[in-house]
């Protein structure tokens, strides 16, 4: 599968014009004009200042001049200004140019307009029988104010965005859950990582009791893949492990979902595995020193055949047992098997990305992750730091043991289904049966997918998570 990327590459300075390209100038109220405008162009630019214009684009021949009122607070700067190159992007689109070239007096502006063109510009073009015609005319972005460094990081960890957005876009026809080890294994060969994956038989042999549950009704085996990124000296002596939640396509199962506004977009609950494989790629690409390992349970949730039952008890990887109420949280049943797995590494830290429960996107919406867990409380506000900086912010959930009480079971050690309140709440707690060590919970339900164009965020899958994650772990 082949992502459409905008490149992303350091210049030190505009290039001499030619057709089809767009110089920006990044300025604000206290920037100096720059020396190469014409009149024209000084006296729009001092105008819109005057008025205090937020954003305004303006196109005298071939120069674009981006003014963005100004902003102290440098997380909120990051995100207005990738919300404004998003906001131009029809006028680009319109004069037909390749090739955009940013020059801000900020480092970090330059960086946050670039990654708000590029995310801007990402295209799922692969089942239109007139790509071509429908491709975005934008093919390369300059970055003229930053190093060579931060120019190259930040393209590979959009390059990885863009394929957690494809992951996430493509349909259960193509992406089945053998068909996502495949791709896992394509990934980890063009970045960098290893990657192992399991098919039915090795599955069994481990008895991941609630991976094979959600599978008895599918026509495709599961998957279970393993991705492991290891320098030679990383700075932590027990890795951080990645779970993400690899539902291909969920129908609900024999608890069988309404169509509309629900099961029609339900190719995007493997979302959080998609933002972990995007991380991993992300982390290889740029050779974090960091030791960090990633777990992909996969199947669809399919109501045929011998499907899983409401009413069934499930005994687990962990040997512990699960009574089924509802097999549309099926989700929580395969990444309880994963999370238990993850015991054997005796991790550092362990973070869950799912599309898990509508109580999370009902609770905050298309704006946040929700996120819970028992890790310290430095590690949620570590985490917080990069939501913040990504624009991903994550809104913590309390945790307390006392949400656990609804997940008690009369027949089993516990029920996959809570009370009608607290949903997300509970089935976090339900995971966390599985744990033994520090453990964060990512429900991504709400930015996950988008069913408009939501700014830079798109149409379609979003990718969320992996630039949130990404910044996490370097920042460690």
Known sequence: ???????????????????????????????????????????????????????????????????????????????????????????????????????????????SLAEGFALSNYQFLKYFSDKDKRASSIKNIHVCASSKKEVDELANMLEAVCHARDLVNEPVSYLTAPQLGLEIKSLAKKFGFKAEVWGMKKIQSMKMGGLLAVNKGSEDEPSFSIMEWKPSKPKNKQPIVLVGKGVVYDTGGLSLKPTANSMDMMKSDMGGAAAIIGCMCAVAANKLNIHVIGLVPSTDNRPGKNAYAPGDVITMYDGSTVEVLNTDAEGRMILADALAYAKKYKPELVLDAATLTGAAARAIGKHAIVGMGNANKKEMNSLQKAGSEAGEPVVEFPFWDVYADDLKSKIADQKNLGGAEAGAITAGKFLEKFTDYPYIHLDIAGPAFMLAPFNYRGVGGTGVGVRLLYKFLSAR
């Open 1 to 111: 599968m082949k992502s459409q990327f905008t490149t992303i590459t350091h210049k030190k300075s505009f290039g001499k014009f030619v057709k089809g390209t767009a110089h920006i100038t990044l300025l604000d109220s206290k920037s100096k004009l720059p020396k190469d405008l014409e009149k024209e162009e000084i006296s729009y630019a001092k105008e819109a200042f005057k008025d205090g214009k937020k954003a305004v684009f303006n196109c005298f021949g071939a120069i674009k001049v981006l003014l963005l009122e100004d902003e102290k607070d440098a997380v909120k700067r990051a995100e207005l200004l990738r919300i404004a190159a998003n906001s131009l992007m029809s006028i680009l689109q319109e004069d037909k140019i390749t090739t955009i070239e940013i020059s801000a007096s900020k480092s970090e502006d330059a960086l």
